[in-house]
């Protein structure tokens, strides 16, 4: 599986945000916290993520903040005990200076370093957290990956079993280096380093495809980025007449 065809099967961007969603704008990026509005949540406007540098080292990589939003069971918001956590994607900053006029470009195809963090908003079992991030990566990994990424997938899961229970305020950061590497903090603290470019791929898809976890994060994190990069509303409707046609291509059998 090669990264053009997870391009070619993201959904069209979105040319406006929800109004629950947070894009970040750029005179926020730099000064303030961002909060999300459902959950409460805050997020610093840079990220000092571990990431993995080396099959045997990790450093930390200055990433900056592009959006926010919050998951939520059913998709419903309204309820507080339907919203599960809240998160927020971070990006290295060089991308700015780069060819790269789409989220989907930077990430599947270009590759710069992203991180996800999750702040958990509800007290949750870690059995049932990591059942559901099994089932949700599972969905979309592509048949010829199937046998890569199972084992590194229970790497992942295991890891979050092991932490008994997920409480409000608990941090996970997912973070992709420019390698394909998945590096994995629970509260700051290194709990997996998987060596697997199809995984990372798979939960990038997740959140960042065209059948997103969450939706509102998912608008939000392009609403950011077209901030980020300064991309106008046109530029946007352009790239995502590209996609569908892409997307139509890609179902026609090779």
């Known amino acids: 599986m090669v990264w053009g065809r997870w391009v070619r099967r993201a959904a069209a961007v979105a040319v406006g945000a929800a109004s629950s969603s ?19 949540a805050t997020f610093s406007p840079t990220c000092s993520c571990w ?5 045997t080292a990790c450093s930390r990589s200055n990433l900056v903040l592009v959006g926010v939003g919050a998951r939520c069971m059913l998709d419903n918001c309204v309820l507080p005990i339907m919203r ?3 998160l927020a994607l971070y990006i290295d900053a060089g991308v700015v200076a780069s060819e790269a006029r789409t989220l989907e470009q ?10 996800l963090k999750i ?7 870690a059995d049932h957290f990591s059942g559901g991030f099994r089932r949700s990566i599972s969905k979309r990994v592509a048949a010829d990956d199937d046998a890569d990424v199972r084992g590194h997938l229970e790497v992942v899961v295991d ?3 092991r932490r008994g229970m997920f409480l409000p305020g608990d941090e ?31 939960v990038l898809h997740a959140y960042l495809g065209g059948n997103p976890i969450s939706r509102r994060a998912k608008d939000s994190f392009e609403s950011g980025w077209r901030d980020l990069i300064g991309a ?20 026609v059998p090779a």
């Open 119 to 125: 702040v958990v908003n509800r007290t949750v079992s």
């Open 51 to 55: 990431a993995v540098r080396t099959p």
């Open 172 to 202: 996970i950061v997912l973070t992709w280096s420019d390698d394909g590497a998945l590096l994995v903090t629970i509260s700051g603290e290194v709990v997996a380093d998987v060596q697997c470019e199809a995984l990372g791929r798979a």
């Open 84 to 86: 599960a956590y809240s």
């Open 106 to 115: 930077a990430v599947f195809l270009d590759r710069w370093p992203v991180a």
């Open 159 to 161: 890891a979050f079993k």
């Open 22 to 40: 947070v894009g970040v704008a750029a005179e926020q990026r730099t000064r303030e916290p961002v909060v999300e509005p459902w959950t409460g």
């Open 232 to 251: 106008s509303v046109d530029q946007v409707a352009v790239h995502a007449d590209v996609s569908v046609q892409a997307k139509r291509e890609d179902a």
